[in-house]
């Protein structure tokens, strides 16, 4: 498109203008930046890479566009500009910067170099905050001497949080990797974060009442679903119609509570919610396409009914820094009425009847659901808006929108025979 200020200036966290006539260049937004970015397909080894040119508005269009010429002409002579910077930066880091360089200056890097640009805002944040509550005893200890038993006792103590610390330790060793590539490592130092406690960190499931009850994954059975689904009004209105749509679109909870009015459309068929390709989770997936959702029965009457106050905004709005209800709103409303909750015991509540679940675990319900309908595999990923693996992925560009509707529908129809307390 043709590059505009005002358009520039609107865009949202995780969306990207690509400019006419000049392949590869995009002006791409983060939560508290606009960042001119090459994108093209190394001549060394053919693998998709991208470089950051320079940020908007200190960074002009035309110089954004003199500087991609530049890299466009170094990569049609066969050199990769990626990896001509990551040489240069191994050439210009003083061997002293590298004796000096701590564990704190390797994450800074990492979280300013990789995480910011790459990650989703919600994301980013994640890792910077997970990063700046662990590092503790590792924060001043120079990078390269780090050992391999350090390393251990570091992940060792925080044994008793594996998934997090499993997080943990996969972000250290991408910024490990990142520091090594950037030459600000020497080349000898070992990343031992890919090394060590390889499998041990795994989740042995929530702690209810003392209690390890599993992962928690799981979908509801039929007699569960029904007692669900009437006790649903007993929630606020906002976690009500969330939860309901969770079952009647089987649509992921990030993708409920960012709806917006201008991705619902009245179709020949019926009432289509289209969510965009960047607001999913396959949003980095190049095969990946928009989720098309019909909505149905249930979904319908939420979305029609929501529609009349979004006032062209989202569905779930809220003051937020997001403008919508936040996923994790909807999970914090099951857990606070669950039969084992002690989040403010002093506060009477009504108590959920069918326990240890997560919202999440509607969605899983819903595909179990369509499969025991006998709907088939593709169209059933296609309604989650999973990406099909493999070559089938690559040559299936099959959309499935009738399949979806009939599939829904049929979905509809069971889950309204099971509120009315029918199982068959």
């Known amino acids: ?82 990896a001509e910077k990551r040489q240069a930066r191994a050439e210009a880091v003083p061997v002293a910067k590298q004796a000096r360089y701590s564990v704190r200056d390797l994450v800074d890097d990492y979280l300013a170099g990789h995480v910011d640009v790459h990650r989703k805002p919600k994301g980013a944040q994640e890792v910077r905050r997970i990063m700046d509550r662990q590092l503790g005893e590792l924060t001043n200890l120079k990078a390269s001497e780090l050992t391999r038993s350090q390393a251990f006792d570091f992940l ?25 590539d950037a030459g600000r490592l020497p080349e000898t130092a070992p990343n031992w974060w890919r090394l060590i406690m390889r499998g041990r960190l795994r989740s042995k499931g929530k702690v209810v009442e003392g209690a390890h009850v599993g992962a928690g994954k799981r979908a509801l059975s039929g007699d569960e679903v029904g007692t669900l689904i009437r006790w649903l009004p007993n929630f606020p209105a906002l976690a009500d119609d969330a939860l309901t749509l969770y079952l009647w679109t089987a649509a992921r909870g990030a993708e409920i509570t960012a709806m917006h009015a201008s991705e619902i459309t009245e179709e020949p068929d019926g009432l289509w919610w289209t969510v965009p390709k960047a607001k999913t989770k ?44 936040e996923q994790k709103t909807i999970g914090v409303a099951v857990h606070y009425r669950l039969p084992h909750s002690k989040t403010h015991p002093h506060l009477e509540r009504a108590r959920l009847p069918v326990t240890a679940w997560a919202p999440h675990d509607l969605r899983r319900t819903s595909r179990t659901l369509l499969a025991s309908l006998q709907c088939p595999d593709s169209v059933a990923e296609a309604i ?41």
């Open 384 to 424: 989650l808006g999973h990406v099909q693996p493999g070559v089938q992925g690559v040559y299936n560009r099959h959309g499935y929108d009738k399949e979806r509707r009939k599939w829904l529908t049929a979905l509809d129809a069971k889950l309204e025979q099971l509120a009315r307390g029918k199982s068959s």
């Open 1 to 82: 498109m043709r590059f505009d200020a005002r358009t520039a200036k609107l865009l949202k966290p995780g969306e990207h203008i690509i400019l006419d006539g000049r392949p590869g260049l995009r002006l791409q937004a983060s939560e508290s930046r606009r960042t001119w970015i090459y994108r093209y397909k190394s001549p060394v080894d053919g693998r998709m890479r991208q470089t950051v040119v320079g940020r908007w508005p200190e960074m002009s269009e035309a110089a954004a566009i003199g500087a991609w010429e530049a890299l466009r002409a170094l990569r049609e002579s066969g050199v990769d500009p990626v």
């Open 156 to 180: 060792e103590k925080r044994m008793s949080t594996p998934v997090q610390t499993a997080l943990l330790r996969q972000e250290l060793g991408a910024a490990w990797d990142y520091a090594l």
């Open 282 to 325: 396959n949003a980095r997936i190049p095969l990946a396409t928009d989720l098309r959702v019909p909505l149905v029965g249930r979904a319908e009457v939420i979305v029609r009914r929501r529609l009349k106050n979004a006032a062209g905004g989202y569905l779930f709005p809220s003051p937020g820094r997001f403008g919508h209800v």
